[in-house]
């Protein structure tokens, strides 16, 4: 099983870091296989496989039981867990509760708070208090209201400057690694330049530590609209909808099952019941 210490050994020596969300046993399996670095069971579950147009209704309830499949199905790969919305803000005691769910119950190896502000003063206690923490800035989804859409972040010089020290002050405060998303990549280069934790990117260029995606946008599984920054490297969608149109089909035209799929009995047991 990777560290913290590994990853942070890896941006040393150059060596990319892979990150992938899972939010099941199957997907986290295939991800293991894979020797995916470090899996995200991100919020985003509450939009790719819950329904929800945003991460906003996801709760710590959701999380924990998506983070005890994931780890099910991958035992020996780091898990990344995040705290969902308005589960961190509040007041210090229900974060340290929830983070221990994330945590304890469910078995994450560390968790991902989104933003800067007050919450660095957060990831600081909770990293003093031996939980591995990963910041995310840029665009953070949670606070979709807030920043008016999906859009990508720090292109004018103020929020440029903004970002770069967020990212420093996350790292003082204890991050051990900080997911940078849609952000522009020289802005991502100079960040991952400059701080000694791994920068994990997604739409953030090439130059981060690192890369993460979504697992339904990386196989083309459910995702109506994909973003430009997401490659696509298969159509699931296409296999499973030609699979479930065949079954419908084969049962209506009788032609599913077939003899080979049944279960006989004996003829004397058969003929007893006639009897
Ligand atoms: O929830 C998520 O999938 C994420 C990644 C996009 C970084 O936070
Ligand atoms: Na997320």
């Known amino acids: 099983m990777k560290t913290t210490a590994t990853f942070k050994e890896m941006k040393r020596e150059k060596e990319k870091i892979t990150m992938m969300t899972a939010y099941d046993a199957p997907s986290a399996k295939h991800l293991e296989q894979a020797e995916v670095d470090m899996i995200l ?7 790719v496989v819950l329904g929800y147009d945003s991460t906003i209704p996801v709760t ?53 708070l989104e933003g800067a502000g007050e919450v660095i003063e957060t990831i600081s206690k909770l990293t003093t208090a031996g939980v591995p923490v990963v910041g995310h800035l840029g665009l953070t989804p949670q606070s979709v209201a807030v920043m008016g859409g999906y859009k990508v972040q720090g292109k004018e010089l103020e929020d440029a400057r903004a970002l770069r020290e967020d990212a420093h002050a996350l790292e003082a405060a204890g991050a051990f690694a900080l997911v940078l998303e ?48 997401v490659k696509t490297y298969a159509n699931v969608s296409d296999v499973i909808q030609e699979a479930v149109d065949q079954y419908v089909h084969d049962v209506k035209s009788r032609q599913f099952p077939e003899d080979k799929h049944r279960f006989t009995m004996n003829e004397e047991v058969l003929a007893g019941l006639y009897g």
């Open 60 to 112: 710590v309830d959701d999380m924990v039981l998506h983070t005890k499949a994931v780890k099910r199905g991958a035992r020996n790969t780091f898990v990344v867990t995040d705290l969902p919305y308005l589960s961190y803000h509040a007041d210090l005691t229900e974060t340290f509760v929830n983070a221990k769910r994330l945590m304890q119950e469910a078995g994450a190896n560390a968790i991902k």
């Open 41 to 47: 069971v991100g919020d985003s579950l509450g939009m």
């Open 182 to 229: 849609c952000v522009p990549d020289s802005l991502a280069a100079l960040i991952s330049e400059e701080l000694s934790i791994p920068v994990i990117g997604i739409g953030a260029g090439a130059d981060t530590d690192g890369q993460v995606l979504v697992y339904h946008d990386v196989i083309g599984y459910g995702s109506a609209h994909v973003p430009k920054f």
